[in-house]
């Protein structure tokens, strides 16, 4: 039997970026995504939204249990929590922390290619029905084409993110790039460690930002 997809692994350049910066092109990728403001730390829209992510992205993976595996379903493993993250608590030329409170966010776990509106409006019930703390409802299923890009794989506490963007952000501009941020195009964040699980200073996230050639 083939072992579980983990997209980890076929997409190593997305998910395992050296801690030196690096460019990448990426592509259109299906995502579970929900929308929010608030601290990440305290908010309860925050938490509601990793909680509803979470539990529909589970709810497709154990389809076939429930006898409602979806047409093309193969064995995959959950991909890492995401998050696009804007607001007037970030500057985005030295990306500095001011009041966590006003940060906007869409959260996102990325899905198999099988996962159809179909499937996740089937996955939205199933969840509604056996969790009722939990509004899947304002989940929505996104293909998001980040396209070029600047990378680095961070490594310690979130707070200490503003360095390695500064290195991020001066390798780009070295290589002939421009910072391009848009509605769509946001501050990326993977989330490759559980912070309940890991000390602040193990703690790995992959920091992606758009760019454009210069």
């Not at 963007?165 to 070295?174: C, G, H, K, Q, W």
């Amino acid at each position: 039997m083939a072992p579980p997809v983990d997209f980890k692994k076929t997409d190593k350049h997305l998910y395992r970026p050296s801690t030196e910066p690096v460019i990448v092109d990426v592509p259109e990728i299906l995502f579970i995504a929900m929308d929010g403001e608030g601290d990440p730390n305290t908010s309860p829209a925050y938490q509601h939204a990793v909680e509803v992510l979470y539990g529909l992205s589970y709810t497709i993976k154990m389809s076939p249990k429930s006898g409602e595996a979806p047409q093309g379903y193969y064995e995959y493993v959950v991909p890492p929590l995401e998050g696009l993250w804007w607001g007037g608590a970030i500057s985005l030329d030295t990306m500095e922390i001011t009041d966590k409170a006003t940060f906007t966010w869409t959260m996102l776990i990325r899905q198999p290619e099988f996962v159809t509106e179909e499937v996740f409006a089937w996955a939205q019930e199933a969840l509604a029905k056996k969790k009722r703390n939990l509004d899947p409802s304002r989940a929505r299923l996104w293909r998001f084409t980040e396209g070029l890009c600047v990378q680095i794989l961070h490594v310690g506490p979130y707070d200490t993110e503003p360095e390695s963007i500064r290195r991020m952000e001066e390798f780009a501009a070295r290589e002939g790039y421009r910072t391009d941020m848009s509605d769509v195009r946001r501050h990326h964040e993977i989330y490759l460690s559980d912070p309940r699980k890991t000390a602040p200073e193990k703690l790995k996230t992959v920091i992606r930002h758009p760019v454009a050639k210069l």
